[in-house]
Structures are given as structure tokens and as C-alpha cells.
């Protein structure tokens, strides 16, 4: 070894305790040989030890043809740190809900082993597969290796992320629609506004399929579609006998966690009023042996979830109350249009359209993309007085019109 | 080799990757059970029965290590395995007698087998120092520090009332979606940007930075004869959101950068509705490798929750039921003017009922 | 007469006019039963007992008027009567035998005696067209109307729930404070203000005037050669702060003029805390005398409160708990983008959750 | 006479029903020779079939040395209605708690007859008797002969506003603290505030004695002064026996409506955990005869509520969780003058101080104040990120100070 030993004290304190190490997995890298994984050890020590990062901003860095899908990256020292004086990352597109076989892992390992630094994140918390280090050439290579093994990348910059899903009706008794479709195929179908950002802003899709919200859509995308019903639980009034006789308390824990107080347990039997019921799931995750979502399934749709810059933080909220979630997903899609085309006009750069919709209001917004108000999407109707009435009546013999639109 | 370049393909279909058990399952599980900290079966209505077993994972992960999952996989499971969205590893089998030879290597390996059902699960994170320029504290360190101080919460050595969900983010950015977890862990700068100015009139648009800031604390200023800005650093809020666009403003600092916290956000509709994670601790020093302040801060919280919550309660809803004031009292948190909201919704932030616990 | 001026004494001292039951049992009251509509027992410590008698009042009372609940008073209580803050007056009794001869004189006199207790009791109200420069509705004379519409909702010949507080103002100045009402009846204005352009140079300083409107519709102007302002129809939310300001530029106007409803606010902290009404119906055409159209839609409300409520539930305790759709639904409203909130914290109105009721 | 007849049948069929009829008291002060009423009812006729009101702007009239107390009032058809061209009204300061004798209503009735219309308000919203309509000439003898009696005006413009409470312990068994005595207190301490304009706008002081909030101080007082109690809700088990025997439903209707649950009923016993008891008076209120407040009373302190315009409306929010209520009333008056010294000194003009507050952030303000924060000032702690801290350390040889104050 003509290199500097590696001396990386602090992070050797991380190989340390029960939980699994991230210094190990660089390190067996860099022990079998990777160059750029010695130099993040080293890079990243002395992070440690002056407390700051030695990233900079990325340039403009990616594949022919696409505007998104690779985070450029280099450090401020490339002198001391050459081999990973650019270090981007590829974000691939993972499978819908994350299945795997041992095989199409082993190709991605394959690909990466060749054309970058052996790191990955499994996964990104967008969903991706993120390939983490590589250098400007390796770009294209790489990208072909991994189309050719019928993979390709995801979403960054300003277009639509990488939609991502929870495991839904592969694994999942209370998935409402299927998660894993659905996503697969709003991710074809707008493969032009995944890899070619053209939008104000990035704009981010997760599918949930019911309203424990498994991949946290309502925080963390512009357009969350949690599965939910229209019809009634389904009751196995024996097996809630068998929760009770095992030592749940029904009626504490709950009835008394139901937030509408719509059911009821005799000790016998359990009523529940489903027309006040808000399907907010407690009673069919205590007993998922007795309960289970109805049978006329479909999902809520909401809009404007994002991180805090530079409005501050956003939850989506109701946009549509209840959509039949079918393929060819023609009303979801349609609806989804309708947005871009009114975000797109009019979305100022860098503006998620949730930040939009509150610019504009909800009001104007729905008015815009052509959807009716309905009382669902509000937690309560405006409690201030200043209303824009939008038209008035001027008295014959005035100078306007009847009727104005102000 | 093809000459045409494939692009727009997608990703590969994921029924590639389901298990026959799942194919012939899918949309028929009737119930599920969880058989122990980080093993559950799903049953279908066929009858039929899929194990799970959850594995804790560093997230940032060597091709090595893909490959050792892969190989488990390949011993326990027909090669089925599939990652959550709170990047664990699930090994998906079919023969209930694999499941204790699995967690036997699984362990063996430094890989926890737990997460599942009332328990604390990994933490969603970002990239820190290993990656991103924006940085104000490390992601992967930070995580692994807290995670080995947690780690009988996730392998259900010591029982939680409900879930706990722990996520980090390193800046403003948030790309760990902290504003809505149960314990948030996230890096601030408190220093407002140095003005390089020699690299801000190479790198920037003067108009788009003075743009970008939400507070107008940046203004156009004519700086040794030439066009920068400066900025008033009584109106910065440290949201580094001009760095975004301009390389020539740097936040990132050794004395100032660090830790805040936040607790009771939640993302599920269950019992409660949604809600964002509200400040409990404005700053705790970058501490490296092991962010003892940080550690020690998110154990409290998490003990005092442990002890004090009802069954399913998650934190939020706990300090809903007993109030912040008696939050603050029994963590030994110390309120502060920065706990008080002075943003745009701040008014509603206000406690504005005679409700009160003397 | 003195020829000193006497100022700044302050009202007389309460003392003055408190029976001898309450000087000898101030502080010391016990409790209270609610006898029959209108009449309710408090009980002291020493045994003491005071009967109170509340009966309704038009609140805009004629010295004629007053002076005949001061007979009253002095014709059964020895001279002491009080007023609640609701406007009703209230006879105070010691002798339990007078109090029905006292009623049945109040309901011989056209005052209905009631309103304590669940009930609906007085509208807090406003001036009207019978003395402000701001209304955009008449206060006592809809007051009148909706009261004769409830009027067995205060003598307590309907039962209700729980109390259901009305107040009305005749414009955004909201003088009646019915912006935490069960049921508010809101006078509005929707035309933007008519410049006259000739007394706005007379009467108002521009700068005022511009920086009077909180959405920055209006801008100065030169309007025939004299500097005046101009007005962005589109930015107009018609709140009249402008008009407060300046009296060149009036709101009012017979066309557009007319009546919101507000539904679900209370004050009290018992149960819930005090909340903001909301908006149920955008708007009313004002229909002197009797403004069918609002006594209507409060009837209806009322009715579907009396119906549906629990006990003790207040109207806005009542909609949160079986929800807004379906409150809009019983109640046959519709739904429209003018309930959709879209000033300063809308944002927080947004339904944030996939709580639904399908 | 003289007159035209009256005609008024629009206003005629507001003399019907059985709510008594503001018309009928305004006719009958017309009937009885008041001019000003008779055109009143006449112009206000007109308003109603035109559907508009006929009042302009009031000028500046009032009586020597006070800057309030009178609103002045013209109509815009003085020809037409010369009697009311001039139609002010004084504000007088009522008594505490609105308790009067016959003998001193009739001493009222027999001013504003000689000086006034005979119309008044019992009361107006903020509390003062509003006698309604004047003419500029009879404003300083109508206030001499007011004092002579000693009664004085009350508020208006930018002024302390005529402060008001609950009946409080002249008739309520639940009041932590004399809501009367203060309100008399305060109005005299503050007689200068009261009548001399001199604070950027109103600011009023509502006096509940306890959280039922009778004079609704949270929502229409600048300062809302709600009694309140540290120590044991007071419980006689006895009676609550009897509530029970009588029929009431103690767990649904007392316990389930308890916003902490934090009552027991074991169908002989009832428990409060006081610790968790919020104080919100529905059980005392279910119960009177059973419970009552603790003896350790006193009040919360609260600030800012006002009606929307023109920053939308406020509740008033905590500012002190608890004060003991007793003469002299010093922290209190402390507190006050420390608010409105800064309000004075920043507020802008129309700017309530609930506004200001808001404007300034509650966090700045406490410290202007000299309060210092604590956690029950607040619903919940800030969610957003963008925390203003307020200091940085600088490394040594940087050009600044160790630790400067941004
Ligand atoms: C890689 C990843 C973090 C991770 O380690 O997992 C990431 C990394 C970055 N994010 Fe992110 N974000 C990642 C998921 C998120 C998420 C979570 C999510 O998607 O569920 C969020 C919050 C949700 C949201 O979108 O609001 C998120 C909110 C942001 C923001 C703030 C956006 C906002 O509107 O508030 C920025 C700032 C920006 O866009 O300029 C940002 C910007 C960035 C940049 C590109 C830095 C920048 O300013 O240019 C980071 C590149 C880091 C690097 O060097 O690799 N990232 N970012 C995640 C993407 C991986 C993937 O594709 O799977
Ligand atoms: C595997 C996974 C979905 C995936 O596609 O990857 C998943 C799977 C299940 N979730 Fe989840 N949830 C998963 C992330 C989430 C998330 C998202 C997150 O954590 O970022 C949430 C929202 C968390 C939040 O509110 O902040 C989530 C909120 C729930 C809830 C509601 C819990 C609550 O009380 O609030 C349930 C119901 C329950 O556990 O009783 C649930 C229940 C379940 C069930 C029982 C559903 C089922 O019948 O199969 C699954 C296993 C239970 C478990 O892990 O305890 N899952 N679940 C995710 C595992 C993450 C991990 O590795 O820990
Ligand atoms: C006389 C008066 C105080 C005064 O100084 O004038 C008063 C007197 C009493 N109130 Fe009140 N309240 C009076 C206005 C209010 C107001 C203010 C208002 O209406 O503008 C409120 C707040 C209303 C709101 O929340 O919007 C008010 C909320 C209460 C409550 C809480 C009711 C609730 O369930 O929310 C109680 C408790 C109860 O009734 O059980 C209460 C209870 C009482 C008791 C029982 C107190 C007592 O033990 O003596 C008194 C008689 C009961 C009654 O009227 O039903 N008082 N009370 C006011 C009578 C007004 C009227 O003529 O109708
Ligand atoms: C007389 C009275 C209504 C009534 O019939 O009872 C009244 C009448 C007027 N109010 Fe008021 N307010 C009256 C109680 C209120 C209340 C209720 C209260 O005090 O509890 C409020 C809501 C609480 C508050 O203060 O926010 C109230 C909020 C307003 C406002 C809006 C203030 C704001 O900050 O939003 C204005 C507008 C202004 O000040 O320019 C206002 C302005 C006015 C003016 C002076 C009109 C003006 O713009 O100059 C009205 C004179 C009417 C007239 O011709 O006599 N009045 N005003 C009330 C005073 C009587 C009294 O002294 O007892
Ligand atoms: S969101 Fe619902 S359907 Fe999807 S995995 Fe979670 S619990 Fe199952
Ligand atoms: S799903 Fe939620 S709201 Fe519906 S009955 Fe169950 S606990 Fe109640
Ligand atoms: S949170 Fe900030 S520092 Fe961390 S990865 Fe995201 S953008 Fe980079
Ligand atoms: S960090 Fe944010 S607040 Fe500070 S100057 Fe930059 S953009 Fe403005
Ligand atoms: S609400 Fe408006 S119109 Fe009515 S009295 Fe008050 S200021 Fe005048
Ligand atoms: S009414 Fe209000 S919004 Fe309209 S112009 Fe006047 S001040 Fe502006
Ligand atoms: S506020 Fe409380 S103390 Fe005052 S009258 Fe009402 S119930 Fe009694
Ligand atoms: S006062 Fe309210 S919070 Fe306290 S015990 Fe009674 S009902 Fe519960």
C-alpha cells in the first residue's frame, strides 16, 4: 500500500455497539480495494473531527437524454481526496414496494462493482435505489448496464420523483387498492415527466393503501392516494369474543381510542355506527383477526404535502374524497394533468404546488383544475369574514353591466 | 449489445419479484400476527401462511452486504426478500421452521431482528457529511449513535406502549421527512451565510438570491466595486434556502451548526389525525462520533413516553392527553422563547382557552 | 349646584344597588337550582336564599320602559333588578311567593320570561340603520324576527340541549362580537366602496386611505386633474376599513348589502375550548321587515341542534362531532368556494387527514 | 300637529309577535312629544324599504376635558329630519356587574329625558348605558347632571374602554375571585386611560369570575381576567349520590364529557384526578350542588382577544397561568402598565395589541414585557424550523466580537 495509512479513530467508535454499522460497510470497501471508499473514510473522519461537511454544491452531471436521476457531487479538497473529488450518485428505480429476488440484487451489485464506489442506500427515503459515488464517466455506462437489465433511473430536479408505495395487497389484509399497480404504472406511464424535468418544482407521488399511511404520503408527497372504504367494516363478531377472552379490553382500549365514539361493545357483541366512523383504522389494527375495511374499497386523494422550504412544512389534504382506484386509472390521471397543466402556468420556479394552491387558495385552485368544493375537503369552513364575493349588481342606469365579474 | 439505448423503460415489474406464495395470495391475506419482536405471519383467506422476518439495516449499505442479504435469502427464503419504507430488510418465508435459523445467522451477523408492531423502528435518515453539501450535522453517525442507544426498543427487549417512529434529517431541507415523527432529530445552522463575495458574482444571479430569501434579509449591495448583496443577519432565520441557489453563500459552521429536536409528529389516521412535530429542544452541539447530548436527549423522551403512555399511545397523543407543560416537566426540558412559534401560523400556536393544569 | 366640574369619578359604586341578601352572602352563595324557565335559586352558606327572575328585553328601551321594570322591581323586590350581559333584565327576589304574580305581570307587559339554564337566551346585537354609519343590515329589527321565530326556545316551551348563544352585528366590525356564536348573523357589504371623489380630497389624507386596506387594492390616483385613489375591484374583500378611515368612500349600497350566518363558536371553556363561529351561509338578501330568509335558515339550524344534539353539547361541539359534511348535509346547505377559507390561515383549514366519513 | 302623520307599516309589523318590540319603545317616547323619535322611526322606515342605513360619519363632539364617551352622529337628509341631524350617544360607565336600584334608573330616565331622546341601550356590547341620541348642546349639561348623581361616561376611541364582569360573588356560587370589586378598582385606578385617548387604539378588560367566561373575555376583551382555582375541585359525595339517584348519568354525561377524562364514577365515589382536571367547569357545571371550585382561587391572565378587523379576530391567549386577585391589585396594574407602555410605545395606529403581539411574536413580546415564557402559554411549541436564534459564536481572529448579538 503506497497510501497513507487509514487513521480514522472517531468513526472506528461507530463499528462499535449493537446496532449495524455504516463505517463496517465502507470499510470492507475500502479494504477490498475501493480507492474512493478509503478516501470517504478518511473525508469523513475529518468531517468528525472539524464538524463540518467537505461537499459542495452539485453541477449539472447525468445521463444523455435525461435531466434528472443523478446528484452531482464534488469535494472541496479534490487535491488531498482525487478519488472522490467527484462522488454523484445515481438514483435507480426501484421495483413497487421494494421486493426483490437475491438475483436482480446480485446484477445491481454487479453494475455498481464495475462502475462505482460499491456504496448504496437501501433505500433513498424518496424510494430510489441510490447507487452513492461515482465519477462523471462512469455515468453512461453504468446507465446502460442497468437499462439492459431492465432497470432505470428515478426522479430529481424539478419532475415527477419516483413514486414509491407500501406493500399493499402483497402482503397486506387492509390494502384498499392496489398499491403495488398502481404505481407501477403511473411510473410508465409518465416516464417523459420522470426523466425530463419540465415543472416548477419536484412533485412527488406515494401510494398508500389505507389510511395507516405506510409510506407517510400525507407528509412527504404532493399527491397522496390512501386507500380507504365507502361501506362497512367487516365484523367477525367471534372472533372479537376471542380478542376479549384473551384479555383485550374492547372497551377501553378500543372503543375508548375510536375518535367519533361510533362503537360499541356489550361484552357480547360489537355496533359500530360506520356512518360516523372517519376510517381512521384504530379498531381493525387492534383486531385484525375480527375487522376488516369494507368491500367497496377505493382511496382518498390528497394534494400539497412537502418539507418546510420555503413556506413552511405542508400535510396534503383532501382533494378527492373517494376515487374507485382501477386501471386504466383514467379519472386519476386525468386529475393529475389538470394540476401539472395549472402548475405548470402557474407555479412560480421553485413553488410545490401545495405552496401554490395556497397562494391561490383552495377555492381558486379547485375552480382552476375543475373540481367541485365539497364540504370533505375542509377540516372546518372559514371562520374570518373576508370573503371575496365575486360578482355584484350595479342599478340599471349605472355605467357597467348588470351583472360584473369584479 | 444492443445499439439502441434503451430508455423510458421504468422499473423492472415487480411481480418479477414475488414470491409464489404471494402470486397466489395477492389480495386474499385475510389477518396478520405478530409471533414475536420482528416476525409476523400473514394468513390468507386460501389458508395459506407468509412469514416475515425484519431485519435492522444500516441503510447505507455495501455491495457486500446486498450480497449477504442476498445469500440469507437464498438459504431462508427462495431468494425473496424486499426492503420497508422505513429501510429494513424483510426476508419473506414460507417454512415456519427456517424463522429461528434465520434470526440465529441474522444476529450473528450484527443484524437486530425487531421493528415490528409496538416498537421502535430504524430511523428514516439522510445523507450528512457522507454526501450532501448542505449538511448541518452528520446523518449515518447520528443514527447508529441513537439506534445503539435504543436498540432494546426495536428488538423487544423492553416493551413500548405503541409505535415510535425516529427520523433525522441533516438541514432544513428535511429530506428525512421529520416534520411529521414521533422523535425528530434534525441539524440547524444558527449562523447566517458568509458572503463569498468573489464566488457570488462567478457562480450566481443576484436577483434570484435576493429572491429566495423568505425574510428579505438579503438585499443587492455593491461590494469592492462590484455587484453582490449583503445580508441584514438580525432577519435570518437560518433556513439556508439562498444556499440552494447560491454555492457563494455558505451556511455550514463548526461553532454554530447542531441539533434541534422535535417530538410528537405522527403520519398514520389512527385515533389521531396527522400532525407535524413541535420543538422540544432548540439546540444541542454537534458531538462526534457519538452525540452524547443527542442521545441522552431522545432516550429521556423516549423513557418518559415508555412509562407514562397508555397502550397505542403514540407520543404525540401522549403529550396531547397530559399537556406540554407536564411534557416539559417530566423530561426536565427547559421552555424557552424559541419554543414559542413566531411564523405564519403562529398566532393559532397560542394557548388560547383557560385550559390549564395548576 | 356646585360650580366645581366634577370629572374622572368613575361609575357609583355597585354596593349601592346589591340587596341586603347578597351584602350578607357576597362571596358566600352555595348553590343554584334552576326552578322553571327563567327562575333559578341560589343558595348561601347561611341558608340565604335569592330567587332570580330573567326575563327578555329589546335591549333599545325607552326611558318609559325602564321605568316600568323599576315599578316592577320596586313593586316585588324592593328595587332590585339587574342586567345580564346578554340584556336581559333580572328581577332579584327573596320572597319565593312573589315570584309567579311577577311573571305573570312580565308576560302581561309583552316580556317572556326565560333564557337561563339550556336555552337560547337574548341576542347580543348592534345598532343597525337605527344609528351607525357602518351597517350593512338593520340590528334590532332582524333581532325581533329571528327572536319571535325562537321565541319557545327561551320560554323553555322547547327543550333543548345545551345553551345556543346568538349574536348578530350589522357589519365586519362584528360590535355584537358574534365571531364566537353558536349562531352569528352577520351584516355584509359587497360592492367595493363607491370613490366620491369630490369629498375624499375634502375629508381624508391618502396615505391614510391606501394604507388603511389590507390588501393593497387601493392605490392614489389623479382623477380629474385632483389627486383621489383608485380601487382594484378584484382585491376587494369589502372588510370596509377604508370606509372606517374615510367617509368619501361608503360601502353601503341596497343591491349588494345583506346578511351572512355563522354557525358553531362558543366562549365557554366547559368541555371544549372556545372556538371561532364558521361560515355556514355566504349570503342573505336583507327583506325588511321580517328577513324571512335568515330566520329561516336560523330556524333550521336550531332545529337540527335541538334534534341531533346531546345533552350539554353546544352547536359547535355538535357539528365537530358528527362533522361539517354532514352538518351541511342535515342542515340542506350548500356547500360553495366561499366556505373555503382563503385569508391568512387558511392553509390550517385544509382537511389534513384521510379522516372521512364516506 | 303639524307634523306629516307617521307611516311607517314596515316597522308597524316589527310591533307584532311576542319578542318585545324596540319599535313600540321608540313609538312610545314619539307618541309622547319626543320629536327626535318620531323622525327616527320615520327615517329608519325609510331605511327600510330602501334598504340602506342614512347615518354618516360621526365628527369629534364629547364634553370638556375628555377625549370619549360620546359618539357623534348626523344623518344625511338633515332637512327632512332636522330632529335627529344631530343624534349622539353618551356612554355612561355602568355599574359593576349591571346591578341597579329602581331609584337609580329613574334618576337616569329623568336626565335623558330633560337632555336626550328617552332611547337607550341596557346595555351596549361593551357594557355601558347607551343613551341614544343627543344633540351637541345637550352633551355637557346631560354630563354635569350625570355627575351630579355620580354616574360618569365611559369609553370610546383609543381609550381604555369601559371595563365589565360577570354577577360574579354578588350571585354566582363559582366565583374564584371578586370579579366586581376589580372591575371598580380598575375603572377608578384608570380614569385618566378611561376618558383621554391616548393608547394606539381600544383596549378592553372583561372580568369572568371563573371559566365559564360570562362576560365572554376571551373573545372581546383586549385583557380577559378569568377566575380560576390551583388547588381540589370541592366534592360533597353525598350529593353527587343524589344527582345519581336522580336520574343524572354520571359516567356519560359528566365523566364522558370530560376533556382530560380525568373523572372516575364507580356508582358511589367520584375521583378527579386534579392534577389532570383542566379546569374547564363542565363537571361543577353538571354538578352544582355536588362540586365546586378549590379554595386556593385566583385567575388567569390573558391577552389580545378582539373582533377581525383588520387582522383577522383573536382570542385572547395566557399570559399568566394563575394570579392571585386581591386589593391592591398591584401586579396586576404592574403588568398592565408594562403592557401598555410597550404597546404604547410600538403599537401602530389602529392596532389592537393582540395585533401587535402577533406582529411581534409572543416570544418578543413577553420579553418587552418582562414575563418570562412559560410552556402554558402555548398550545403546542413551534413546529416550523425557522427559529430565530439570536446569538453565534465566532472563531477567534474573525473580525467580530466573541458573541455577537445578530
Ligand atoms: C437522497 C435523499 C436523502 C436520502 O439520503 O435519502 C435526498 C437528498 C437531497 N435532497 Fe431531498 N432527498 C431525499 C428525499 C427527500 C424527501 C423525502 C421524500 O421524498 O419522501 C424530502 C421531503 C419531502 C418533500 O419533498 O418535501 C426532501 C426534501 C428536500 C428539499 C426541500 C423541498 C421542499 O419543498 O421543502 C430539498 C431542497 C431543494 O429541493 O432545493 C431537497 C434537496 C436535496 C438535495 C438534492 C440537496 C440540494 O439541495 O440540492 C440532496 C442531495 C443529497 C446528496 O448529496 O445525495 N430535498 N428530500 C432523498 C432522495 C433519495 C431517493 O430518491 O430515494
Ligand atoms: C412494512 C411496512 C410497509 C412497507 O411497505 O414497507 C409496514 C407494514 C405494516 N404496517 Fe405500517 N408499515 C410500514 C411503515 C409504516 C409507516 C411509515 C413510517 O414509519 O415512516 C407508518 C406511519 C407512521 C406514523 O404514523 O408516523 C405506519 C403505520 C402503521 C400503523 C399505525 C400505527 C399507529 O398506531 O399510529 C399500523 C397499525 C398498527 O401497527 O397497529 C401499521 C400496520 C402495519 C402492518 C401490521 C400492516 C399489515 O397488516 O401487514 C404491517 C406490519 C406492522 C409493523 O411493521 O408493525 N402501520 N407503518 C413499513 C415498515 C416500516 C419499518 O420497517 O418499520
Ligand atoms: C347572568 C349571567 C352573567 C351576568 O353577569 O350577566 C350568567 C349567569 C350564569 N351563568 Fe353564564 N351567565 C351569563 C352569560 C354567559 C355567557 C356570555 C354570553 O352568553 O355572551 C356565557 C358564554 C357563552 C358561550 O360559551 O358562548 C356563559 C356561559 C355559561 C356556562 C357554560 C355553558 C356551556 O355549556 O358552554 C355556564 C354553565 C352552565 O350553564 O351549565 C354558565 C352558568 C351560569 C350560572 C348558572 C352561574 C351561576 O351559578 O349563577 C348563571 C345562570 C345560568 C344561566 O343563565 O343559564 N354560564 N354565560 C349572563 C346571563 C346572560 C343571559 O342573559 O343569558
Ligand atoms: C355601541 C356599540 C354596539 C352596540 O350597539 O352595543 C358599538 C358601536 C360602534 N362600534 Fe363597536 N360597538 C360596541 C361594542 C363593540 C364590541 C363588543 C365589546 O366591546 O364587547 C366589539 C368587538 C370587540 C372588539 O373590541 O374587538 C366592537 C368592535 C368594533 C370595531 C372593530 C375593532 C377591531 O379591532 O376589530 C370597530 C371599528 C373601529 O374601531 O374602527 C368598532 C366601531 C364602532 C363604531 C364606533 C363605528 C365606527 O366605526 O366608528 C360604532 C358606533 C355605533 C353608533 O353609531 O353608536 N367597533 N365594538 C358597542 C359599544 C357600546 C358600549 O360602550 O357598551
Ligand atoms: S398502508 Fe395500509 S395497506 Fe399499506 S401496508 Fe400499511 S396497513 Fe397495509
Ligand atoms: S375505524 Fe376508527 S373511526 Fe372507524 S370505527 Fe374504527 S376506531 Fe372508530
Ligand atoms: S436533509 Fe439537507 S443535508 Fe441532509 S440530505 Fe437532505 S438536503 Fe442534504
Ligand atoms: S438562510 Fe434563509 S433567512 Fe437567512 S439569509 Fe439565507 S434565505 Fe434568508
Ligand atoms: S357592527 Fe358595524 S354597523 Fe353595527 S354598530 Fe358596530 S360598527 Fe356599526
Ligand atoms: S373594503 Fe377593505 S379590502 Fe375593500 S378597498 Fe376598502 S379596505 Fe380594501
Ligand atoms: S363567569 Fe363563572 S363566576 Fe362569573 S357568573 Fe359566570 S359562572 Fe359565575
Ligand atoms: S373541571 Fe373539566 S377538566 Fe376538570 S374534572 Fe371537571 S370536567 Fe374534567
Not at chain 1, 322 to 334: H, V
Not at chain 1, 337 to 365: A, C, P, S, T, Y
Not at chain 2, 288 to 299: F, H, S
Request: hydrophobic content about 35%.
Amino acid at each position: 500500500m503506497a497510501e497513507p495509512q487509514r487513521n480514522t479513530p472517531l468513526l472506528d467508535e461507530l463499528k462499535k455497539g449493537p446496532w449495524p454499522s455504516f463505517v463496517t460497510q465502507i470499510e470492507e470497501m475500502a479494504d477490498a480495494g475501493k480507492e474512493a471508499c478509503d478516501q470517504l473514510l478518511r473525508l469523513l473522519e475529518r468531517s468528525y473531527n472539524e464538524k463540518i461537511g467537505h461537499w459542495k454544491h452539485g453541477g449539472i452531471v447525468g445521463v444523455m437524454g435525461y435531466g434528472g436521476g443523478v446528484i452531482g457531487r464534488y469535494n472541496d479538497l479534490p487535491e488531498e481526496f482525487p478519488a472522490i473529488a467527484h462522488f454523484h450518485t445515481m438514483r435507480v428505480n426501484m421495483p413497487s414496494g421494494w421486493f426483490y429476488t437475491s438475483d436482480a440484487l446480485r446484477t445491481i451489485c454487479d453494475i455498481w462493482d464495475r462502475h462505482g464506489s460499491g456504496l448504496t442506500n437501501m433505500h433513498g427515503s424518496t424510494g430510489d435505489i441510490i447507487l452513492l459515488g461515482t465519477t462523471t464517466e462512469h455515468l453512461e455506462p453504468c446507465f446502460a448496464e442497468l437499462t439492459a437489465n431492465d432497470f432505470d433511473l428515478g426522479g430529481s430536479g424539478s419532475d415527477m420523483r419516483t413514486p414509491s408505495c407500501c406493500v399493499g395487497p402483497a402482503r397486506c389484509e387492509w390494502a384498499c387498492y392496489d398499491t403495488l399497480a398502481l404505481t407501477h404504472d403511473i411510473t410508465n406511464h409518465f416516464q417523459d415527466e420522470l426523466h425530463r424535468p419540465a415543472f416548477p418544482y419536484k412533485f412527488k407521488i406515494k401510494c398508500s393503501g389505507c389510511p395507516n399511511d405506510c409510506v407517510a404520503s400525507i407528509a412527504r408527497a404532493d399527491l397522496s392516494i390512501i386507500g380507504t372504504w365507502r361501506d362497512r367494516i367487516r365484523i367477525d363478531q367471534a372472533e372479537v369474543r376471542n380478542y376479549a377472552a384473551a384479555g383485550l379490553n374492547i372497551e377501553r382500549e378500543v372503543c375508548g381510542n375510536c375518535p367519533t365514539k361510533c362503537i360499541e361493545w356489550d361484552g357480547n357483541e360489537l355496533k359500530i355506527d360506520d356512518e360516523n366512523c372517519v376510517r381512521c383504522m384504530h379498531c381493525i389494527n387492534a383486531m385484525p383477526k375480527a375487522l376488516r375495511p369494507g368491500v367497496d374499497t377505493g382511496a382518498t386523494i390528497l394534494l400539497g404535502a412537502k418539507a418546510p422550504i420555503v413556506e413552511g412544512a405542508q400535510l396534503s389534504s383532501v382533494l378527492v374524497p373517494f376515487m374507485k382506484i382501477e386501471p386504466p386509472y383514467e379519472e386519476l390521471y386525468d386529475l393529475i394533468e389538470r394540476i401539472w397543466d395549472f402548475w405548470g402556468e402557474h407555479g412560480k420556479n421553485r413553488e410545490r404546488v401545495g405552496e401554490l394552491m395556497q397562494r391561490v387558495g383552495l377555492g381558486n385552485f379547485l375552480e382552476a383544475i375543475g373540481v367541485e368544493p365539497v364540504p370533505e375537503m375542509v377540516a372546518y369552513p372559514r371562520d374570518n369574514p373576508y370573503i371575496f364575493y365575486e360578482e355584484y349588481f350595479v342599478e340599471e342606469g349605472e355605467e357597467e353591466e348588470e351583472e360584473v365579474e369584479a | 449489445m444492443s445499439t439502441q439505448r434503451r430508455t423510458d423503460i421504468g422499473p423492472p415489474h415487480y411481480e418479477r419479484f414475488l414470491p409464489p406464495v404471494i402470486k397466489a395470495n395477492y389480495g386474499k391475506w385475510k389477518y396478520h400476527e405478530i409471533l414475536r419482536p420482528g416476525v409476523m405471519v400473514h394468513v390468507s383467506e386460501t389458508g395459506d401462511k407468509l412469514y416475515t422476518v425484519r431485519a435492522g439495516s444500516p441503510r447505507l449499505l455495501s455491495t457486500k452486504g446486498i450480497r449477504r442479504f442476498a445469500e440469507l435469502a437464498d438459504k431462508y427464503c427462495d431468494g425473496y426478500l424486499r426492503f420497508t419504507s422505513r429501510h429494513n430488510v424483510e426476508f419473506l418465508l414460507t417454512d415456519e421452521s427456517k424463522i429461528e435459523p434465520l434470526i440465529a445467522e441474522l444476529k450473528a451477523m450484527g443484524h437486530p431482528v425487531g421493528g415490528i408492531g409496538p416498537a421502535i423502528s430504524s430511523i428514516v435518515h439522510t445523507q450528512g457529511w457522507v454526501h450532501c453539501h448542505s449538511a448541518a450535522t452528520d446523518a449515518s453517525g447520528v443514527v447508529k449513535a441513537v439506534m445503539d442507544e435504543l436498540i432494546e426498543y426495536f428488538d423487544g427487549t423492553k416493551p413500548v406502549p405503541g409505535k415510535l417512529r425516529i427520523a433525522l434529517a441533516c438541514c432544513l431541507n428535511m429530506c428525512g421527512a421529520v416534520h411529521c415523527s414521533d422523535i425528530a432529530i434534525l441539524g440547524v445552522h444558527r449562523r447566517p451565510p458568509k458572503i463569498q463575495h468573489e464566488n457570488l458574482k462567478k457562480l450566481c444571479e443576484i436577483p434570484n438570491v435576493v429572491a429566495s430569501c423568505p425574510t428579505a434579509a438579503i438585499r443587492p449591495a455593491e461590494v469592492n466595486g462590484y455587484p453582490s448583496v449583503e445580508i441584514d443577519e438580525d432577519l435570518c432565520m437560518f433556513c439556508a434556502n439562498c444556499f440552494s441557489v447560491c454555492p457563494a453563500l455558505p451556511m455550514a459552521d463548526p461553532l454554530n451548526d447542531g441539533i434541534s429536536i422535535w417530538v410528537g409528529g405522527k403520519v398514520s389516521n389512527a385515533r389521531s389525525e396527522p400532525k407535524f412535530s413541535k420543538l422540544a429542544i432548540p439546540f444541542l452541539p454537534n458531538n462526534p462520533p457519538r452525540w452524547p447530548e443527542v442521545t441522552e436527549a431522545v432516550r429521556k423522551m423516549v423513557e418518559v413516553w415508555a412509562a407514562h403512555a397508555r397502550k397505542y399511545e403514540r407520543m404525540g397523543e401522549f403529550i396531547d392527553r397530559i399537556g406540554w407543560p407536564r411534557f416539559f416537566k417530566l423530561t426536565g426540558l427547559e421552555f424557552r422563547k424559541e419554543h414559542i412559534d413566531d411564523y405564519r401560523f403562529a398566532a393559532l400556536s397560542y394557548k388560547r382557552s383557560a385550559w390549564l393544569r395548576h
